[in-house]
């Protein structure tokens, strides 16, 4: 628990968390569909191209939020608890299309653009959990089928030679073994920390894509090393009930979430 506390102060100091309300509307909130934004709840509704979009984050406790994404009526929610490191999600085995995916990305990116431009990066915590979730929803295999699932996390976490390590911090520029299996086997390929073996894979290790998440903190891990690794094998082919990648995809999640409450800057 001692351990939790820090953490979260670790947090709070990285982000410099403010209690903000906004209650008028500007041009870069209507961009994004605000309805609503104060310290406990963040929600609006936006479209992008041909995707209707609803998005929201309600902080039902201090450490416990509630996360929902809609897209084209297509429903997948979160229950993320800081205190034990655990998240519930429910995604009623909707599967988003690449397409969908891609504006799910987007709408992040341009949340996170409205804050840093009205906030100036001074982003609550229930804004940082958002954007994390809309990045690793987004980031899914091909055909990938949101199901509903339980994730929880280890406090102590160090082995690097299971398949899913919980949250372990790798460093960039070093080397790790990534590990994942997929229709032909299972695999372990030395990957560099941070490197782009190809277009659109760079800062492998990272949990997001590519080299983005915009001005926001990133974790790196072991979990996301083994899921960009074998995304870039297998071009992200394969869903969740497929060897391709799908496993790889669910075993991040708390990585995504909690990395950075870790210490897992790279």
């Avoid at 906004?22 to 569909?33: C, K, L």
């Avoid at 799910?104 to 915590?125: F, N, R, V």
Wanted: aromatic share 10%; net charge negative.
């Amino acid at each position: 628990m001692k351990f939790l506390k820090r953490a979260i102060s670790l947090l709070l100091l990285v982000f410099a968390f403010t209690k903000c309300t906004t209650n008028s509307v500007s041009p870069e909130a209507q961009e994004i569909g605000i309805e609503q934004q104060n310290e406990d709840a963040f929600y609006g509704k936006t479209t992008i191209d041909n995707s209707v979009i609803s998005y929201s984050i309600i902080a039902k406790s201090e450490l416990l939020f509630n996360v929902s994404l809609v897209i084209n009526k297509k429903e997948i929610q979160a229950s993320v608890n800081f205190e034990d490191e655990s998240i519930s999600i429910n995604g009623y085995d909707n599967i988003l299309t690449e397409q969908e995916k891609d504006h799910t990305l987007l709408l992040g990116k341009t949340i996170a653009d409205y804050l840093l431009d009205t906030k100036e990066g001074d982003i609550s915590m229930a804004e940082y959990t958002l954007l994390s979730f809309l990045e690793y929803w987004s980031k899914s295999p091909k055909n990938y089928q949101y199901s509903k699932r339980k994730v929880t996390t280890p406090l102590n976490t160090t082995n690097l030679k299971s398949r899913n390590e919980g949250i372990t911090c790798i460093k960039k520029n070093s080397y790790v073994n990534a590990e994942y299996d997929d229709s032909r086997g299972n695999h372990r390929d030395r990957v560099k920390v941070g490197s782009k073996p190809r277009a659109n894979y760079g800062c492998m290790g990272r949990c997001g894509g590519d080299c983005g998440r915009w001005w926001i903190p990133s974790a790196w891990t072991k979990d996301c090393m083994d899921h960009d690794q074998c995304s870039n094998v297998n071009n992200a082919s394969g869903g969740g009930s497929d060897r391709n990648c799908g496993d790889e995809f669910n075993e991040a999640a708390d990585d995504y979430i909690f990395g950075v409450i870790r210490g897992c800057r790279g």
